[in-house]
Nanobody, 120 residues
Framework: QVQLVESGGGLVQAGGSLRLSCESS????????MAWFRQTPGKQRELVAAMNTADRTKYADSVKGRFTISRDSAKNAVYLQMNSLKPEDTGVYYC??????????????WGQGTQVTVFS
């Protein structure tokens, strides 16, 4: 079972930036799509950004132009650069390994999550 470890969350003022990292215990990024999800209390986990092996990306409308997903296959890592953060970006962010041939389909492997809190 692949293990994913997220890091980089924290407390930031609105308008600020954070960079999340997700490291995989296995070299999965060359054959799988990767994605970031976030979850807030009382809401379903939602897709924030995804990238497939052809470097095609997909973003939630609410983060387009502010967030950027990237990966470093040599380091088995995927990143989420978050700029111009808003209070509504607050949540626990998770990375996931899945498939993306149009829509992103999440897989069974999830990290423990990293908390992002944006205050105004």
């Amino acid at each position: 079972q692949v293990q994913l470890v997220e890091s980089g969350g924290g407390l930031v003022q609105a308008g600020g930036s954070l960079r999340l990292s997700c490291e995989s215990s296995q070299n999965t990024f060359r054959v799988n799509a990767m994605a970031w999800f976030r979850q807030t209390p009382g809401k379903q986990r939602e897709l924030v950004a995804a990238m497939n092996t052809a470097d095609r990306t997909k973003y939630a409308d609410s983060v387009k132009g502010r967030f950027t997903i990237s990966r470093d296959s040599a380091k088995n890592a995927v990143y989420l650069q978050m700029n111009s953060l808003k209070p509504e970006d607050t949540g626990v962010y998770y990375c996931n390994i899945g498939i993306m041939r149009g829509q992103y389909q999440s897989g069974a492997s999830w990290g423990q999550g990293t908390q992002v809190t944006v205050f105004s």
